[in-house]
């Protein structure tokens, strides 16, 4: 079955950097789109990057655009974001997506914390 298992999340000061990761299973990983969304506490759920089976294309959401890299290793099944410069607003919890057969697939998620 798929499954996807974030990772990476932690607490850091503004100006700081993380990159998360985000493991994939059950699936032919450079077959699908993956994708990067969060949720601040008491919000929506945002998406925040994505990027193609191939690596190739990539979209970064303009709320991120110039801090935040999305890239893949499709040998190790693994989809990265790194995240530079970071805000408290960045602070959040961020999850992994896949759609795969028409179903939509999550991570359990990382916090990640941005305060000083």
């Known amino acids: 079955q798929v499954r996807l298992v974030e990772s990476g999340g932690g607490l850091v000061q503004p100006g700081g950097s993380l990159r998360l990761s985000c493991a994939a299973s059950g699936f032919t990983f450079n077959n699908y789109a993956m994708n990067w969304y969060r949720q601040a506490p008491g919000k929506g759920r945002e998406l925040v990057a994505s990027i193609g089976g191939t690596g190739v294309t990539a979209y970064v959401a303009d709320s991120v655009k110039d801090r935040f890299t999305v890239s893949r290793d499709n040998s190790q099944n693994t989809v990265y974001v790194q995240m530079n410069s970071l805000e408290p607003e960045d602070t959040a919890v961020y999850y992994c997506?896949?759609?795969?057969?028409?179903?939509?697939?999550w991570g359990q998620g990382t916090r990640v914390t941005v305060s000083s």
């Open positions: 997506n896949v759609g795969v057969d028409g179903f939509w697939y």
